[in-house]
């Protein structure tokens, strides 16, 4: 069945820097990827939509310039959360479909990201 | 309203017993529904992907899309305590790239 690999799946990084999330389809092409965020006992909240060689497509709300979205590759989308920030310490997960009929979407195991 | 509800639970059931999950909606226009099942800390996994209206069985798993009442629900037969898990409805108005709406999720928890 399709495979999204996400990495990392936990990091701690202090206030104010950069921190970069690499999303991969192992075994499908995917011109489309999804980035989410999900607070505890929360529902997933969708970030912004990643398209393969153009810009991304950003959710209301959801700041581009503070959520950098890279999709250089139909297998590769990286998110990067740049100057972060205590509050920006959440659950990111991402998604891609293969396309087929009856595929559903694929998610990655998601990234635990602590701002200290 | 949220454009899909969804009962967070938590929903205590012993281990052998059938689980009912449900979620409504209001936007006529989806046609694509999914079940997620989300343990801690994980990303979610795919249960059940259906379109339309109707039924589709698989294994102990049983999805039922009812579109004209705006309803759907996920059957867990001889649930077990492995079921134990966070399930979400999803849906689409289309499939492949459309985005996807999520419900809150439902807590489940089965008992030995």
């Known amino acids: 069945g399709a495979v999204v690999s996400q990495h990392p799946s936990r990091v701690i990084c202090k206030s104010g820097t950069s921190v970069k999330i690499e999303c991969r389809s192992l075994d499908f092409q995917a011109t489309t990827m999804f980035w989410y965020r999900q607070f505890p006992k929360q529902s997933l909240m969708l970030m912004a939509t990643?398209?393969?060689?153009?810009?991304?497509?950003?959710e209301q709300g959801v700041e581009k310039d503070k959520f950098l979205i890279n999709h250089a590759s139909l297998t590769l989308s990286t998110l990067t959360v740049t100057s972060a920030h205590p509050e920006d310490s959440s659950f990111y997960i991402c998604?891609?479909?293969?396309?087929?009929?009856?595929?559903?979407?694929?998610f990655g195991s998601g990234t635990r990201l602590t701002v200290v | 309203q949220k454009e899909v509800e969804q009962d967070p639970g938590p929903l205590s059931v012993p281990e052998g017993a059938i689980v009912s999950l449900n979620c409504t909606y209001s936007n006529s226009a989806f046609q694509y529904f999914m079940w997620y099942r989300q343990y801690s800390r994980k990303g979610p996994e795919l249960l059940m992907y259906t379109y339309s209206s109707g039924n589709k069985e698989d294994g102990r798993f049983t999805a039922q899309v009812d579109k004209s009442s705006k309803y759907i629900s996920l059957f867990i037969r001889d649930s077990q305590p492995s079921d134990s898990a966070t399930y979400l409805c999803?849906?689409?108005?289309?499939?492949?790239?459309?985005?996807?709406?999520f419900g809150t999720g439902t807590k489940l928890q089965v008992i030995p």
């Open positions: 999803a849906m689409s108005e289309s499939g492949g790239y459309q985005k996807v709406t």
């Open positions: 998604s891609a479909s293969p396309g087929a009929l009856n595929s559903g979407y694929t």
């Open positions: 990643s398209n393969e060689g153009s810009k991304a497509t950003y």
